[in-house]
């Protein structure tokens, strides 16, 4: 597990003091810079702060995507060139958010987890922020990754209406491939769902209890990930920010619905993932019950013919029946009838 | 289990990108289209694509019903002719929804779920996509079913209101027929709880088990595919749609109480659901109790028992009670009385 | 348990069509008509048609109250009279409805149930229709009771305020009369709350079990039947409905109390009777930790013992103890010091 | 425990009719004049009507005081001095109610819940109704108590600004003084939890067990007499009465705010008692689960020994090994290695 | 532990009377003068009232932060110079108090809880009381503590906007100090919650049931305190208070925002409480289940077993077997074979 840096650390500093809280990263930070309007597109990496200073006063739809978020003093001069307040640029590289939406006058500034399953079946969160003004949009990831591949794509081929609307579309698109991802979580956790289900009534094992506990925690990690989503895209939805046109509204109810939907399945994983729990303990008291019978219908026929048996070793000098002819066969006749009618009382019982 | 295919399956593409996401179909989707008035009536089986285009221009009342969404190019076509946003196009053919209603100006959109229970006692659930223009409703289904053909016969035979009011009414038809169908799910699960609820005194197994398991699991998928519904035909009735009349409204709320009692008695098979499962536990403890007792009793009856016998079994050379006249019947008399006294032990604890 | 018409039946049937669901009866339908004011009044057993019809322009207040809804065509006879909306009818025949109020421009209709107690200690529940209108009202029962006769010895005597204020005042009498029946109902459930809670502690069989469950199935049973009617009080206390004029609403926000007075308790007993399941489980798993501790004591001083009798029963030839003088009560005093520490040990453990 | 009148007597009985419901009592009713402006005070033990009568147009603040409301004559009497309605009567006699204000017009009408433990450590909880007008206030309880001693105190001394203020700081006071005998109740119940908390972890009995039930049985009393003042108060400090002037408003959202802090306490207790219970749960477990491995590990390294033993036993004429010299010692030796073999795997398994 | 005096004790005082209620105490108040504008800077220790009283009147913002709450006379004199109403005081000295924000017009008073963790990793809370005027800033401590420590610093060189901006700026600093402070107590229980998590599955202890009811109760506790502090920030974010100027407000939103953050993360972490306490308790019983099962397995084989050997230890004269020169192989024979079947048997059955 990668070194994490805690929020506490940053406990008595001064508010609006960037401190990068959460995994220790050394990659360099890179920046994407793409500027486009109908008719032309272009796309560069930016090496120098000049270079992205400058995209802000370029015409047309500027994007900056910076991928990486450790590098304070870099982001510090590209917070100087969009006018971004202390607090924010504290918000961005502190990856211990909550999502929200929050408005500045000159831009609004979204905080989002992105969300995707990695090779061992875990949950990999990472904190995406965005910022949107006029007509620009800052993006900032805590490293690189193919998610806005397809929107890059879309707008070198223009495909779709991506080229012909403004920066609001484009933030739209940014957040609904961060949600159309959720889905592949969410999907994951049903299969494990459906796995637990059929092992926790046919054979549940201790390693069946980690695998649920392991689930439950889980689902409330995506809980709190994408529950204050909900709000903030509620939010932008009903028009809270002057930065999404009415045309664009109707994309953010799309991804509103998402979410709404998503948050209904992750309570109903909730709901199963608690059945399951309850299943496991009825699984594993039944067995112990069938255990408990078997053992007391062992020792309840077999005790006291042990006993009489017992009876008939005893070494006393006097002991009439020892002596008779038909002692044994009568004895071994007695042992069984012991035995039977003990097993016909459990049976009547329906203990076995 | 058929085949289905997947949400995840469209992260990355454009927002309206129609992809149909459900179960595997080959069949070939079956259009119908209806038209009326106060004085006449005509049906007809569309085969292509201008047939369905003329009806929308059609005097009177046009109803197109679609069973089958797994055509796109034949969805995408008539969505042309009645035109439909991108966007109700993706949903409708996305079977994964939420119950919903949304406003789009010209038409409103509602998607909810049919359910029915099939042979073997499961539930099944279907999406039904309406949609309601000034004076015409597009319904889809995902396959044919008879749930329709009361409203075609109605219409036919000119039977109660229909005929004279306005496709709202018709699409109040729709939904009202959907609605009562729940009724049919919901007393196969009371029935079901019944059964349980015997079962889980009388004689709990793991089969009992499993049964609640599985009922727990329908109710929570009732109550997903239920529950938002509420607010859908909640809003309908408070008129947030204008192409309900006032006085279709009456007849919404008809439903909206429908909708509300439904939940509530999904909530009380929940809360009998829950109630059963601790009954189990409880049982399941109860016999355990049981077995642990009588195992109890048994061996602290016979292993005092068997100890003397052991005790007199022993060949020590120098053991004067084995040489005594009546030591084998002293003997006896002290097993009997310590069986007797341990008797009596557990009947005054009310052990038997 | 009488044969019962379910909902499902009416699956497919248009809106307004009244079907009787409830238990199948064959009593015959009896309609009582009371008209009265300040100066006098009039009471007759209508039989036909015109009888309650004449009762509806009839000067002073008329109450019609028929008991049993089942005569399907009498009711449609009484609700062309007073002009009743076929839902309502509808609603009025069904008895599987969920307490609520309409508003319907000419009259308010209420639906609640009716409570109490039969011999057998049971709930039963019954649906009681009522149809407030300017100054007559209507009230449908599924049979008839004697809860309604107190208020109408009031009006026979003039007793009270009854035969000064108007219908809304007669309408509050009947709600009021209904909702005092409840209590009788919660005080039953308190009896047996306390009665299983001395069982609970002091000997809980699989009897108690049963009966904490039936106590939890009734209070769902009454919290469904009573809670939808607060809101429907507290519509009308809030003057929802002109027909509840400004004096009469003080009389409903009393009512008001009392429904939230009983809700208070219930949601009290459900918490209690949770308890009492709780308490159950914890007291069979001590009582099942107490025989399983008695065994283990036993086992542990007996199987000891008992093998130290079985090793010196053995018939090796070459056994040197067994022909030693003080053999025999060396072993004895072996044993005994064996069960002795035992003893100690599980005393020390505060094992019994 | 005193006989109850309970509430079910009344059904039947028409809206206004007083009925005593609660404890049946014997003693007088004690009626406490008080009147008292800045300059002033006037104190006296009223007999007669005609007294408390006068009292009502005297100048000044008048506060009546009644201990005893079994006594309906001379409450009635009281009340047609004050003019009050029979609703309000019918409800001071009622000790089985909610809290609740309710304004008459020319009064307010508060009742709450006077909160005490008695020497046995038990809650015992009164009635206590509050009648406010301009320069009045009427209070009844349903015996003698010294709670409102330091009032009466701090009016005849004029201690503090009782004597400046109006009869809305009387009831202001009264109110306060009930709401602080709140906390010595919780404070009682904290320790019980600290006690129960020690108990559960190192030495759960059943006792403990019965002690954990009586504290929810508290606690969900507790709620239920307190919880609905909340609203009670918080409504009268957002000042929906006009009987409370703005300077008292300031003390009542005083009270307000202790009341919301028990009320919080109530909470933070009631999840403390379930986690009691979890623990007692899991505690017994834990003790089954010592005793059982004891067993288990007994019963295991004995049942083999004695198995060997026996096996020796047998009297089988060819049994070569008991003839041989070392078979004794032979079968000691193999007894240990099994003995302390099945000890060593018990250990590896963490057992003992 | 320290004594603590309890709130009971102040039942029957008047309003207004400041009764200290906390933690015993006898150190000395401290008294801090800090004065400030943005030119200059001014620090004190105050001995006589007179100092503080005219701090009040001085130029530029003062800040007196008083530690120690227990000499009630002090606090008196100083509320006397700066107009607090008598009920802040009695709040002031009272440290059992909910989080809560009261306007009083000339100043709004403030309560919050500072929570630390001591080194026994116990959690510490300590109240803090704000009054927050048009340019002076009280704070009250229950005793000294280095919280505040880095502000004054800020102020002394003038670090950052502190004395630039007015007194809410100060409050601001107070609050989001002490609400940093809160993220250190959560990454302790965080720490915890993994080592248990770990404990709980590998090896569950009665140590580990009593650790997990610890942290649920410090859960609860953390909740309490600061759960009603999320109303109170976000009343003063929405400019509930005049005395926060609209460019404190952007400062008090991140405030909000962090509580809102650390609640969310209360609710992860309560519910990772009661999933640890559900692994708990099926971890035990699956423990158990193992025990019973290895118990019954030896039973089962050994018991029949010893019977056999019972058996041929009787003593009968007439026992033909026991003459037979194979008896013996042949009855070792028979007990290998009963021996292996039950074996087969419980691997069938998948028992170990």
């Given at each position: 597990m990668p070194k994490r840096i805690k929020r506490s650390k940053k406990a008595g500093l001064p508010p609006g003091t960037p401190i990068h809280i959460g995994e220790k990263r050394t990659e360099k930070t890179r920046i994407q810079l793409i500027s486009y309007d109908e008719s032309g597109f272009f796309e560069q990496e930016a090496e120098a702060a000049e270079e992205y200073c400058a995209a802000r006063t370029a015409t047309g739809i500027t994007w900056v995507n910076v991928d990486g978020i450790h590098q304070i003093d870099l982001l510090q001069r590209l917070g100087g060139c969009f006018g971004l307040h202390?607090?924010?640029?504290?918000?961005?590289?502190?990856?211990?958010?909550?999502?929200?939406?929050?408005?500045?006058?000159?831009?609004?500034?979204?905080?989002?987890?992105?969300?995707?399953?990695?090779?061992?079946?875990?949950?990999?969160?990472?904190q995406i922020s965005l910022i949107l003004g006029q007509n620009f949009l800052l993006s900032f990831r805590e490293r690189e990754s193919d998610i806005f591949n397809p929107i890059v794509e879309r707008i070198r081929n223009a495909k779709g209406l991506i080229r012909k609307e403004g920066a609001d579309y484009l933030a739209h698109a940014v957040l609904d491939a961060v949600v159309d991802r959720y889905f592949g979580v969410l999907e994951k956790r049903e299969e494990e769902i459906d796995l637990l289900e059929d092992e926790v009534i046919a054979d549940p094992t201790p390693r069946t209890l980690q695998n649920i506990h392991t689930l439950r925690r889980d689902l409330i990690f995506l809980r709190k990930a994408i529950f204050p989503f909900r709000s903030v895209i509620g939010a932008l939805e009903r028009g809270e920010s002057p930065f999404f046109k009415q045309t664009s509204r109707i994309y953010l109810r799309d991804i509103y619905d998402h979410t709404v939907h998503i948050i209904d399945t992750l309570e109903t994983f909730r709901d199963l993932a608690t059945g399951l729990l309850d299943i496991y303990l009825s699984s594993v008291s039944n067995r112990m019950n069938l255990a408990m019978r078997t053992l007391t219908v062992i020792a309840t026929i077999f005790m006291p013919l042990t006993f009489i048996a017992g009876l008939y070793g005893m070494n006393f000098k006097n002991m009439p029946e020892l002596q008779w002819r038909w002692g044994y066969p009568a004895v071994l006749l007695l042992m069984a009838m012991v035995a039977i009618s003990m097993q016909v009382y459990f049976r009547r019982k329906k203990w076995f």
């Amino acid at each position: 597990m990668p070194k994490r840096i805690k929020r506490s650390k940053k406990a008595g500093l001064p508010p609006g003091t960037p401190i990068h809280i959460g995994e220790k990263r050394t990659e360099k930070t890179r920046i994407q810079l793409i500027s486009y309007d109908e008719s032309g597109f272009f796309e560069q990496e930016a090496e120098a702060a000049e270079e992205y200073c400058a995209a802000r006063t370029a015409t047309g739809i500027t994007w900056v995507n910076v991928d990486g978020i450790h590098q304070i003093d870099l982001l510090q001069r590209l917070g100087g060139c969009f006018g971004l307040h202390p607090l924010v640029l504290e918000d961005i590289v502190n990856t211990d958010q909550r999502p929200k939406m929050e408005d500045f006058g000159d831009y609004v500034y979204i905080v989002l987890k992105m969300l995707t399953t990695n090779g061992g079946g875990e949950i990999v969160a990472e904190q995406i922020s965005l910022i949107l003004g006029q007509n620009f949009l800052l993006s900032f990831r805590e490293r690189e990754s193919d998610i806005f591949n397809p929107i890059v794509e879309r707008i070198r081929n223009a495909k779709g209406l991506i080229r012909k609307e403004g920066a609001d579309y484009l933030a739209h698109a940014v957040l609904d491939a961060v949600v159309d991802r959720y889905f592949g979580v969410l999907e994951k956790r049903e299969e494990e769902i459906d796995l637990l289900e059929d092992e926790v009534i046919a054979d549940p094992t201790p390693r069946t209890l980690q695998n649920i506990h392991t689930l439950r925690r889980d689902l409330i990690f995506l809980r709190k990930a994408i529950f204050p989503f909900r709000s903030v895209i509620g939010a932008l939805e009903r028009g809270e920010s002057p930065f999404f046109k009415q045309t664009s509204r109707i994309y953010l109810r799309d991804i509103y619905d998402h979410t709404v939907h998503i948050i209904d399945t992750l309570e109903t994983f909730r709901d199963l993932a608690t059945g399951l729990l309850d299943i496991y303990l009825s699984s594993v008291s039944n067995r112990m019950n069938l255990a408990m019978r078997t053992l007391t219908v062992i020792a309840t026929i077999f005790m006291p013919l042990t006993f009489i048996a017992g009876l008939y070793g005893m070494n006393f000098k006097n002991m009439p029946e020892l002596q008779w002819r038909w002692g044994y066969p009568a004895v071994l006749l007695l042992m069984a009838m012991v035995a039977i009618s003990m097993q016909v009382y459990f049976r009547r019982k329906k203990w076995f």
